[in-house]
């Protein structure tokens, strides 16, 4: 069963009683035509799961009762912050940012390297559409924890953030296969960066790997940048 993401300031949970508001109650009550005695499985995005019923819809909610609540169902042991330069086509950038969702990423922060060809800040427009993606991915991925999506950074920012982090992988195509070394994941956390259609700059590399970055290869195709993501999560999380 797909999971609804409760909004925070729509949707408010009282002890075992959980009304629900704004976008998500007219998608369940207006869209979805939901009727009471329905079951629902809500998720806060923090970790806890509401398997619910629905005991009454009126002009602007839907209220359920908690039969049962759980935590941290299905979530990787891996926690990765995706680093990932904006696409040329916004489509493919929203397909990358869905997919990463849906295979377990929990956070993305999107950066801008010398190459990247979409240079601009989000608007604050697409910043919302972004994050509606996300929260249908997270649900209908059965995922109880909500990625986060960061503000855009510049390459330097970027350096600036992973100075501390203890693994730091960069798919760079140029890698050699023998570069590939075996992963020590020590607390579970990993910072993971894809560049742009028009890759890395030979400055940038250097750079990276100046700062403890690891350089790896995923085979001698040359993949687009939102295969890249899917392939280089997939690989990590399931490593």
Not at 117 to 146: H, P, T, W
Request: hydrophobic share 40%.
């Amino acid at each position: 069963m797909e999971y609804y993401v409760i909004e925070p300031g729509n949707s408010f949970i009282s002890g075992e009683q959980i009304t629900i508001r704004g976008e998500l109650y007219k998608h369940l009550a207006v869209v979805l035509r939901k009727k009471i005695s329905d079951k629902l499985e809500l998720t806060d995005g923090k970790g806890n799961i509401y398997t619910c019923q629905i005991t009454k819809i009126d002009r602007s909610s839907v209220q359920c009762v908690v039969l049962i609540k759980k935590y941290g169902l299905y979530e990787p042991e891996i926690s990765i912050r995706l680093f990932m330069s904006p696409l040329r086509n916004r489509d493919r950038f929203e397909f990358a940012v869905e997919k990463s969702v849906e295979i377990g990423v929990m956070e993305i922060v999107p950066v801008i390297t010398k190459y990247t060809v979409l240079k601009d800040k989000f608007s604050e427009a697409r910043y919302n559409r972004l994050m509606k993606i996300i929260k249908s991915a997270a649900g209908q991925s059965q995922r109880c924890i909500l990625p986060v999506l960061n503000k855009v950074v510049y390459f330097s920012e970027m350096t600036e953030l992973t100075k501390n982090s203890e693994l730091k992988i960069v798919m760079y195509e140029q890698s050699e296969k023998e570069e590939n070394k075996h992963l020590k994941i020590q607390n579970n956390k990993v910072d993971l960066l894809i560049g742009p259609e028009g890759g890395f700059d030979a400055d940038e590399i250097k750079i990276l790997v100046e700062q403890g970055w690891i350089k790896r290869s995923l085979g001698k195709r040359k993949l687009r940048a939102e295969t890249a993501v899917i392939v280089s999560l997939f690989e990590i999380l399931n490593y």
